[in-house]
């Protein structure tokens, strides 16, 4: 493989030849970094980056020893994670400029196993709907998807092979979705979220993208620490829970479709598969609502307070719905929450994981919104692992898919899962 076709190798497959030695860090940085520059004035995927900086740190690890599972892979930080050596605006003008003392935690880890950061990612800002300047790479009139948008854009445009987001309503799956790449959000709680901006204490959860399950399972088994997600990934033939949920009406007919044409190529070759429902699903998605409201409007407290003028008005109106709820009603929808935690466990007795839309359909045409997290609040909200896997096209010729849901806890079994189902449907 020439070296300017680098950049287009899986993160896996990157590490391998790294890890031999076979291929040189520089090198593949070399090779995203042309990427980039070929690309990120159109895509714009980054809020920030440091070539030199980055070759540097290549130059060190080809210089060094092994130091980890992700040895001189690039990776690609979404904007809303502090970084020692790089900015962190989170999306938003109050921040412009502003320097972090130290990395987020996960950045830590990621560098701790050998990652070298290429830059920072777009995020919307706060991560929340106002989208920031990132194109589709696969049409640039149309929406990446939010809030993790210049992470799933740049790994799908193959500017580099991982890349970290973070999810509080659909900000992991979403994006992914519309981007056509593999997007991993963990069981809520496996990763440490210090130096992350605090946007829900409920909700929040770091996660990451790569284009093939490998990929991401490699950078998850850094994030959590799960040896685990470094196997072989080998799984039996699954029962399969389809879980189209309540709110299905609201999908149109390109994820009909691609539903109908996965459910029949799966078929054959499942243990079984059963059409589950969920219980409290007609709350779930509300429920998620309110809780985001009140935790955003509280963890944004200094910036409502002392920088209303210089919000979004998307998110002086969330601010808004947010202040309205009063303390002890928010305790109330979280306790519901947790009971609807503990009923829906009880499905995966009965399945090995759930088959479930990610979006309602493509990228929206437009970039003035990031499209509806509408079929990723529910899973939020429970705290359940999700990896969307990309495989069809939909009438405009953009990438659709569909997100297989875990147990919480079970982010290996998932994992493995959701290997088995893309090798029989990314054909």
């Known amino acids: 493989m020439t070296p300017s076709k680098l950049n287009q190798l899986d993160a896996w497959q990157a590490a391998e030849l790294l890890a031999r030695r076979e291929l040189r860090a520089a090198d593949l940085v070399r090779a995203c970094l042309d990427r980039v520059a070929a690309r990120d004035d159109q895509v ?95 049409d640039l009139a149309h929406t990446p998807g939010g809030s993790s948008s210049g992470s799933a854009a740049a790994v799908a445009d193959h500017m580099l092979p991982l890349a970290l987001g973070t999810q509080t309503a659909g900000s992991v799956i979403r994006p992914a979705a519309y981007c056509g790449v593999v997007g991993y959000k963990p069981s809520w709680g496996r990763v440490p979220r210090a130096g992350v901006k605090s946007l829900s204490e409920t909700l929040d959860t770091i996660g990451g993208f790569g284009r093939s399950v490998r990929d991401v399972a490699l950078l998850g088994s850094v994030l959590t620490g799960d040896a685990r997600l470094r196997g072989d990934l080998a799984a039996a033939a699954p029962h399969i829970g389809l ?95 947790e009971v609807a935690k503990r009923r829906i466990d009880a499905l995966f007795d009965r399945v090995d994981f759930l088959l479930a839309p990610s979006a309602t359909g493509e990228a929206p045409l437009g970039v003035e919104a990031t499209g509806d997290p509408l079929f990723c609040r529910g899973w939020t909200l429970l705290g359940l692992p999700c990896v969307h896997l990309p495989f069809a096209r939909g009438s405009h010729g953009l990438p659709i898919g569909l997100q297989l849901v875990g147990r919480w806890g079970d982010d290996h079994r998932l994992l493995a899962n959701a290997q088995w189902v893309h090798e029989r449907l990314a054909r």
């Open 44 to 138: 714009q995927a980054f809020a920030h980056i440091d070539p030199d900086a980055a070759l540097a740190q290549a130059h060190a690890l080809d210089n060094g020893p092994l130091r980890g599972p992700l040895h001189g892979l690039p990776l690609g930080v979404k904007d809303l994670f502090d970084t020692a050596d790089l900015p962190t605006a989170y999306g938003s003008p109050i921040y412009t400029g502003s320097r972090p003392l130290a990395d987020a935690a996960a950045v830590a880890l990621c560098r701790e196993a050998g990652a070298l950061v290429l830059g920072k990612t777009v995020t919307t800002e706060f991560a929340y709907f106002q989208p920031g300047p990132t194109r589709n790479p696969h």
């Open 243 to 337: 879980c189209r949920t309540a709110d299905w009406p609201q999908a149109d007919a390109d994820m009909q479709r691609v539903w109908t044409e996965a459910t029949v190529a799966l078929a054959p070759h499942a243990a079984a598969m059963t059409d589950i429902g969920l219980p409290d699903d007609a709350d779930l998605v509300a429920l998620q609502k309110a809780v985001m409201a009140f935790e955003m409007s509280r963890a944004l407290s200094y910036e409502r307070l002392h920088h209303h003028d210089r919000l979004s008005p998307r998110l002086r109106a969330l601010f808004d719905e947010g202040v309205a709820i009063p303390g002890v009603e928010h305790a109330a929808n979280v306790a519901r929450a």
